[in-house]
């Protein structure tokens, strides 16, 4: 065996258990940091679904005739920011009301489409172009009611804000704490090895020679936590992955599929290699002195 | 082989190590450092390899100036050096044969070739029935000769020894200095930091003896006898 790779592997296993508390430590904060990842992934996704689905609604009074509603359609129709209008009649909520309740008898009963206002609905482009239209509509006499759900995706913009907020602290944090970790146990080792690393020296090795289990043993740690936590991501996905579809239903975004898994894997890989390597490049700064 | 030109060395805490130190040391030569402790005797073996560097002047080894050589390079000039302690600096963890296989490892020797050259120098310094032994389980005498056998193994030009039998009995001390007389007749240089004015006036070799950082002697057929008289 190549003895740069036995004197890592001799290294992990000396220190067996600083070995088992930096695996138990990245591995936590890799699982974390990629649920975390993933449920600002979700929720950016979610929160662009809604911005594009975000529709104001202006109920006309009774007494307005429907010809008087469908010029205002043709009028906002040619504003350059609107994406669409939709004009649902008396009759038409009153059809669409009857599909929806046609289960329950006691809602349908004596209804008459006259207790239905007849309605725009209208998408922008862009969300920030719906208070404009509140402004201008609500106040007009013809006008019986403009609803707009401007709080429900305020909230959800918020909180989608601070998950993505919260996680980016909770992942510096982890982060931090996760080449420290790596910094300590490599470096323990390297106290360990100190008598040996000035022999090896002094019959003339190399830097990189001395250098390199150090940094293989960081690599090993990263990798090996990125693994273990992306195991217990699957099964976690395995478990949660149809509530979240239940939850996000009609909303295109994460698939929990295969090809979720297997880029999750490589991106850990990728980042627990780094980080080990970071962690084992710091206690080689720090401890080793050549 | 060796050169200081106006060497001098002075450590952080303002101790005067070496003061102005010119000396050549040519190939094949055995020269013992002689002094008193403190004298500087270890300060000059460490500036050959490169262990230390001059406060000012030049320490020349094999052609290459040490003063301007690179990081990089330092490794191949300890390759070119024995360096022997008086404390034998041995890994305790491994055995014998892993001690020595320690040096060929770190120059990326194939384990076939360590297996073949390894108990060559065990056999040579008279340890070959030792070799799965620890250190620990090792005479004083004994583990001074398995770090010879280190210094040895990669065939360096020059051996450094730093007061080599300071920690061994008097009857193994000689089957030590015998170990130094052969490889110096093989053509290795040797220099020697020791105060056994018994070993120094028996074999009559070049004598270097340091004061205060200063080269206060330096005879090519010397001992230990003026230093005794002081």
Same mark, same amino acid.
């Given at each position: ?290 | ?107 990326? #020797?194939?384990?076939? /070739? !360590?297996? %073949? ?5 065990? $056999?040579?310094? @008279?340890?070959?029935?030792?070799? *799965? ?71 009559? #070799?070049?004598?270097? /003896? !340091?004061? %205060? ?5 330096? $005879?090519?057929? @010397?001992?230990?006898?003026?230093? *005794?008289?002081?």
């Amino acid at each position: 065996m190549n003895p740069i790779i036995k004197r890592a592997l001799s290294n992990i296993k000396s220190g067996r258990w600083f070995t088992v508390a930096s695996i138990v430590v990245l591995s936590f904060s890799f699982f974390l940091l990629t649920v975390f990842v993933t449920a600002s992934f979700i929720s950016w996704e979610v929160l662009n679904y809604l911005e594009s689905r975000a529709q104001i609604t202006i109920f006309f009074k009774d007494s307005v005739e429907e010809s008087q509603i469908l010029s205002e359609k043709t009028n906002l129709e040619k504003d350059k920011n609107i994406a669409s209008v939709t004009y649902t009649s008396k009759e038409k909520a009153l059809e669409s009301y009857i599909s929806e309740h046609k289960g329950d008898p006691l809602l349908l009963e004596s209804l008459t489409k006259d207790i239905f206002p007849p309605s725009l609905d209208i998408r922008a482009y862009d969300i920030s172009y719906l208070p404009k239209i509140e402004e201008l509509y609500g106040k007009r006499a013809e006008v019986d009611e403009v609803v707009y759900y401007k709080d429900a995706l305020n909230a959800f913009k918020k909180f989608s804000d601070i998950i993505s907020l919260a996680g980016l602290a909770l992942v510096a944090l982890l982060l931090l704490s996760s080449v420290t970790i790596v910094l300590l146990t490599v470096g323990s080792s390297i106290y360990v090895r100190n008598d040996e690393i000035g022999v090896m020296r002094l019959v003339g090795a190399s830097n990189w020679y001395i250098q390199a289990p150090f940094l293989l043993q960081g690599l090993f740690y990263g990798v090996v936590s990125a693994l273990i936590s992306e195991v217990f991501f699957v099964i976690a996905i395995s478990f949660f992955g149809n509530d979240i579809r239940l939850l996000t239903k009609g909303i295109s975004t994460v698939n929990f599929g295969f090809l979720y898994a297997v880029v999750s894997l490589i991106l850990q890989v990728i980042f627990g290699a780094s980080l080990g390597l970071a962690g084992s490049w710091g206690a080689l700064r720090r401890y080793l002195k050549i | 082989m060796i050169l200081f030109e106006s060497v001098s060395k002075r450590y952080f805490d303002g101790t005067l190590a070496l003061d102005d130190v010119s000396l050549e040391i040519k190939p094949k030569e055995f020269v013992f450092l002689v002094g008193s402790s403190g004298a500087g005797k270890t300060t000059m073996l460490k500036l050959v390899v490169r262990e230390e560097l001059p406060t000012s002047g030049k320490v020349i080894v094999d052609g290459e100036d040490l003063t301007k050589i690179k990081s990089g390079s330092i490794p191949d000039l300890r390759r070119k050096v024995g360096y022997i302690f008086q404390d034998y600096k041995l890994l305790y963890s491994k055995t014998a044969f892993e001690n020595v296989a320690l040096s060929l490892e770190v120059v990326g #020797k194939k384990e076939s /070739e !360590i297996l %073949k050259i390894v108990p060559e120098y065990l $056999e040579m310094v @008279g340890l070959i029935d030792r070799q *799965k032994n620890y250190p620990f389980q090792l005479s004083g005498g004994e583990k001074q000769r398995l770090a010879i056998a280190r210094a040895l193994v990669h065939e360096p030009k020059i051996i450094l020894a730093d007061e080599p039998t300071g920690m061994i009995d008097p009857s193994a001390t000689w089957e030590i200095v015998e170990l130094f007389e052969k490889v110096n007749n093989w053509g290795t240089t040797v220099v020697m930091a020791t105060h056994d004015f018994n070993i120094v006036n028996m074999l009559k #070799k070049r004598v270097v /003896e !340091i004061d %205060k950082g200063k080269i206060i002697r330096d $005879e090519p057929k @010397g001992g230990y006898a003026k230093v *005794k008289k002081k």
